[in-house]
């Protein structure tokens, strides 16, 4: 029963594959989107069933790339694809290491946005209007398995989950949105200097 659910953190990198409703991870972790701004418009105007094909496998090399970043470059998870959106953590290092792991997070919306554009140039060469759209804040967030046997889907909660993705949302493609509490973290002064503090 969900009464006996067991809440631990999250010491080492989250295994999806372990968790389940009763056994969940609370952790403290930055949370981050990043959606391809441009590509659901560019789908809808294949006309072709070839083009659409060809348009799916640009985006399994995109995936692919966006995983390469973040579990290759960095120590960190990704939990869901939404379409051309993806959903991602960093819950590393664990612990006390706050400033560490919101710097790790900084550094990941700056490396999904650098590879992206390398790779959306290579893949993408006659579109110049799909770029990267990034959402990041950082918070307390529980990560668990939820649904029926067979069909358990890999969820994150808590309000800086919405924040991120109101963030996202909020951005333009090539754009880095990120919280005040994020940006607060930042001890870089011409790193502080690339973000322009917007309530």
Do not use: W
């Not at 959606?35 to 006309?47: I, M, S």
């Not at 993408?124 to 029926?148: E, F, N, P, S, W």
């Amino acid at each position: 029963p969900l009464a006996d659910m067991e809440l631990s953190e999250a010491h080492v990198l989250i295994d999806p594959d372990t968790l389940s409703e009763r056994t969940s991870k609370r952790t403290s972790a930055v949370v981050c989107y990043a959606d391809l701004d441009g590509f659901t418009r560019y789908v809808q105007a294949a006309e072709r069933d070839e083009d659409v094909v060809s348009l799916v496998r640009v985006l399994h090399m995109i995936r692919a790339e966006i995983h390469a970043v973040i579990e290759q470059d960095y120590p960190d998870l990704v939990l869901q694809h939404q379409g051309d959106r993806l959903f991602a953590i960093v819950h590393m290092p664990p612990g006390d290491r706050f400033d560490k792991r919101c710097a790790n997070g900084l550094a990941l919306a700056i490396g999904l946005q650098s590879s992206m554009e390398h790779v959306l140039n290579a893949y993408l060469q006659g579109r110049k209007d799909i770029h990267l759209a990034v959402g990041v804040d950082v918070g307390t967030v529980l990560v668990t398995r939820l649904g029926k046997k067979g069909a358990r889907e890999v969820v994150c909660l808590g309000p800086q989950v919405t924040s991120a993705e109101d963030l996202q949302l909020r951005s333009a493609g090539r754009e880095i949105r990120i919280s005040k509490a994020l940006y607060e973290t930042i001890d870089d002064e011409t790193l502080k200097r690339q973000f322009v503090k917007d309530n």
